[in-house]
């Protein structure tokens, strides 16, 4: 129906040929435009209408470039700097003919605790032990909600439902926002009301009409007292968000292209004809930096809908489902309700957005940073012969090498190596060959590429560890899921390590449980009150797909599960009681 209007022209695949050094690398491009390698698991580049005039349409194309352990380094002219935990210490933007920075720094907690925006510095203190804010005259609920922070002039007040969802935020400064959601903790509507009279009506009242994975398909409001009027659809492919469709005023329709990074925000807005009508940049945390009433697109960063709220931007929040994040101060309102990964430390702080490494993860539902790219680089030096251990290897050991892995080149000397406390064993000529091995391709180009865990854990360090050290890696090839089990089966599965103690029929699990009885009870349409939510690394492949959860046993269902059959081996992380 919307082909002669040109939306489907714009998920076409072009195939594009890249030489990077000796290799030729095939890419592909997605959507509108995002060329991804297709052997490295990344960005190449971005390509989108430049629309300058209504007759001249070109493309604009930013290269990317990575650093040794695979952190997105450059994005045309805007440099991007890490630490060694792959947190962002700066980032560029460009607006206009600008470039604008934003610099960050951190505590050992991983706490963000001084964010420079354009010169402009945020700075915020925190209680160690809970990862709260103590600066802003800040207050959190027993849940550890955020409930109230002062950001210069203006006072911001939020309420939580029992569910832990924000369903009321208050500015001294501006209208009161009211949300409410449906069955299964999502969004279902919103609407603006001065303090006091929320109860009145004549207030507007905007609700969204959203696909299984939360997305807004359609918008409509009260305006006045004409009752329900459609505002707009938004169009969604494989890659995400294509475009939107919204009334003109006289009857017909406005149709709008979106062109998106590989976080997937909508960096620019072109109208049917290829004009450019809105062109958006953000500082590496989501603060605009551009002016965000360019359009009425509630879409911005990563994708995920902007409520603003205050005559700055210190009252903007990300909706991003199970949480809100405030692009101004870095982080989230709320706690993590999934928690943190045990093989990754940088996860533990919970109100932590995207692992503080924003240009390389994103959080598509508040509940866990995603990375953006499959795969880690590292990197070899020809002369003299040298390798960078990545941060996701030093997340993926059982004990702390930080003090011989300290993310910096080091030469494979024998010196080296019998420094190394139970590495002496093998000496030089081992260790050099398996490395020379590894690399004998890769000077040409000075990178080489493997699959994280799998082939670098498994294939590489895996022979080494068994054969020189007393300590091995976690088993390659695992993933982190959730269920919700009666004390019994805790405890057959804990003397066994089978899911369910080996027991036959079909298994059960989820990507994320509720920390409510009740309510995992209800979404997962369980037989009775599970006791505890069990968090367990099992074998990767062996369940199935999410799928939505059908009602049974008198309860409404609408969670999402995940199957699988046999014995599944199992290694207990996390148990808490609901």
């Known amino acids: 129906m919307r082909a002669s209007e040109g939306w489907l022209l714009l998920l076409s695949m072009v195939l594009v040929t890249l030489s990077a050094a000796a290799q030729l690398f095939t890419s592909r491009a997605l959507g509108l435009g995002a060329a991804v390698d297709d052997q490295l698991g990344e960005v190449a580049h971005v390509n989108s209408f430049s629309g300058r005039t209504s007759t001249n349409r070109g493309w604009d194309t930013g290269i990317y470039s990575y650093d040794g352990a695979g952190n997105v380094k450059q994005i045309g002219t805007q440099v991007f700097r890490y630490d060694r935990f792959k947190r962002m210490t700066s980032g560029e933007v460009t607006v206009g003919s600008q470039d604008r920075v934003q610099s960050a720094s951190y505590d050992v907690y991983n706490n963000l605790l001084a964010l420079t925006t354009n010169g402009s510095t945020l ?64 969004r279902l509507a919103t609407y603006d009301c001065f303090p006091n009279v929320c109860n009145t009506p004549g207030w507007e009242l905007r609700t969204t009409v959203r696909g299984l994975g939360g997305e807004p398909l359609r918008e409509y409001s009260t305006r006045g007292t004409n009752g329900w009027q459609w505002v707009r659809d938004y169009i969604y492919g494989a890659g995400g968000l294509l475009a939107a469709a919204e009334t003109d005023g006289e009857g017909g329709e406005d149709v709008d292209h979106f062109h998106r990074d590989h976080l997937g925000t909508p960096r620019q807005i072109t109208n049917a004809s290829g004009v450019q009508v809105a062109l958006h940049s953000y500082y590496p945390f989501g603060q605009e930096a551009t002016d965000p009433a360019q359009t009425s697109f509630t ?32 982080r989230f309102l709320s706690f993590d309700p999934i928690g943190g990964n045990p093989r990754a430390p940088q996860s533990w702080n919970r109100y932590a957005y995207a692992l503080n490494s924003p240009m390389n993860y994103t959080d598509p539902e508040g509940m866990k940073p995603v990375a953006t790219f499959k795969v880690e680089i590292f990197v070899f030096d020809s002369a003299p012969p040298g390798f960078e251990i990545p941060s996701w290897l030093l997340d993926n050991l059982l004990i702390d090498v930080t003090p011989h892995f300290n993310n910096s080149r080091f030469d494979l000397s024998q010196q080296t190596f019998s420094a190394w406390k139970g590495w002496d064993g093998a000496g030089c000529d081992f260790w050099c060959q398996v490395f020379t091995e590894v690399g004998s391709n890769s000077l040409a180009s000075n990178y080489v590429e493997f699959g994280a865990s799998n082939v670098f854990l498994a294939g ?20 982190v899921v959730q269920r ?43 037989p009775q009150t599970p006791e505890l939510r069990v968090t367990m690394e099992v074998p990767v492949g062996r369940f199935s797909r999410p799928s939505r959860v059908a009602p049974t046993f008198n309860m409404p269902g609408g969670g999402m599960e995940r199957t699988a059959v046999g014995d599944i081996p199992v290694r207990i992380l996390r148990v808490e009681d609901f």
């Open 484 to 526: 919700a089990m009666s004390r019994a089966e805790l405890a057959a599965t804990k003397a066994t390590n089978l899911l369910r103690g080996g027991r036959g029929g079909t298994h059960f699990v989820s990507d994320s449980v509720s920390s409510i009885g009740l309510r995992a009870r209800q979404r997962l349409a369980l």
């Open 123 to 186: 700075t915020t203190t925190v209680n160690t032990a809970t990862n709260r804010l103590t600066s802003f005259s800040a207050t959190y609920d027993a849940a550890g909600n955020l409930t109230r922070q002062v950001r210069g002039s203006e006072t911001h007040q939020y309420t939580y439902d029992p569910l832990g969802m924000l369903k009321y935020l208050q500015s001294s400064t501006d209208e009161a926002q009211v949300y409410l959601y449906d069955a299964d903790d999502e």
């Open 299 to 330: 879409k911005k960063f990563t994708g995920h809908e902007r409520d603003t709220n205050g005559t700055g931007t210190a009252g903007d929040l990300d909706y991003m489902h199970a949480r809100y994040c405030s692009p101004t101060l870095g």
């Open 460 to 479: 590489i360090l895996g022979p080494l560890f068994s054969r020189t050290m007393s300590v091995a890696p976690y088993p390659a090839g695992t993933e």
